[in-house]
T-cell receptor, first 114, second 108 residues
Framework: EAQVTQNPRYLITVTGKKLTVTCSQN?????MSWYRQDPGLGLRQIYY???????DKGDVPEGYKVSRKEKRNFPLILESPSPNQTSLYFC?????????????FGPGTRLTVL | KNEVEQSPQNLTAQEGEFITINCSYS?????LHWLQQHPGGGIVSLFM???GKKKHGRLIATINIQEKHSSLHITASHPRDSAVYIC??????????FGKGTRLSVIA
């Protein structure tokens, strides 16, 4: 089944404790991205990647890192999480860059930073 | 910077009603996506369009690039259509810019 998977789905952590949210897609998509969703603000892009070893900042990249060592995986790293990073996170992929490609979203990761 | 505005923010309808959700954007775009976010949080892509009109079942999406406006219509609405509907636009190679969503509740 074609899908985007994220892990973990729920995470409660404390300020400063490094964490990684994994994202994997099995559709051989070139384009992958991370979004956060906050009440009243909607979805905002954190980082995106147009292919292996190619990543770029979105609208809200501060406090996050990403890597794209393999086509299927695009982990999101929070080196030192802070409470303002409490949010709902989505990974998404598309065959081509977003304008031309249907977006496939992961199920979301609800992160709480205490 | 491209801004994407949706209206209304909230919408309550009776089952069977015809529903329209609007999306307008401030600068030119080359493609616009309509997404559906279920009450459980999952997001599904409904349409991606760059001109004209697309139809899938009871859902119809239209776009007028010159007027910078798109609409999502739901015919014969049903309680299972209750969700948040989100539009997102992009121009060229720029990342998607999302509207804040329209929360739809369809009452039986």
């Amino acid at each position: 089944e074609a899908q985007v998977t994220q892990n973990p789905r729920y995470l409660i952590t404390v300020t400063g404790k490094k964490l990684t949210v994994t994202c994997s897609q099995n559709m051989n998509h070139e384009y992958m991205s991370w979004y956060r969703q906050d009440p009243g603000l909607g979805l905002r892009q954190i980082y995106y990647s147009m292919n292996v070893e190619v990543t770029d900042k979105g609208d809200v990249p501060e406090g996050y890192k990403v890597s794209r060592k393999e086509k299927r995986n695009f982990p999101l790293i929070l080196e030192s999480p802070s409470p303002n990073q409490t949010s709902l996170y989505f990974c998404a992929s598309s065959l081509r860059l977003a304008p031309l490609g249907e977006q496939f979203f992961g199920p979301g990761t609800r992160l709480t930073v205490l | 910077k491209n801004e994407v505005e949706q209206s209304p923010q909230n919408l309550t309808a009776q089952e069977g009603e015809f529903i329209t959700i609007n999306c307008s954007y401030s600068v030119g775009i080359s493609a616009l996506h309509w997404l559906q976010q279920h009450p459980g949080g999952g997001i599904v892509s409904l349409f991606m369009l760059s001109s004209g009109k697309k139809k899938h079942g009871r859902l119809i999406a239209t776009i007028n690039i010159q007027e910078k406006h798109s609409s999502l219509h739901i015919t014969a609405s049903h309680p299972r259509d209750s969700a948040v509907y989100i539009c997102a636009g992009t121009s060229g190679n720029t990342p998607l810019v999302f509207g804040k969503g329209t929360r739809l509740s369809v009452i039986a």
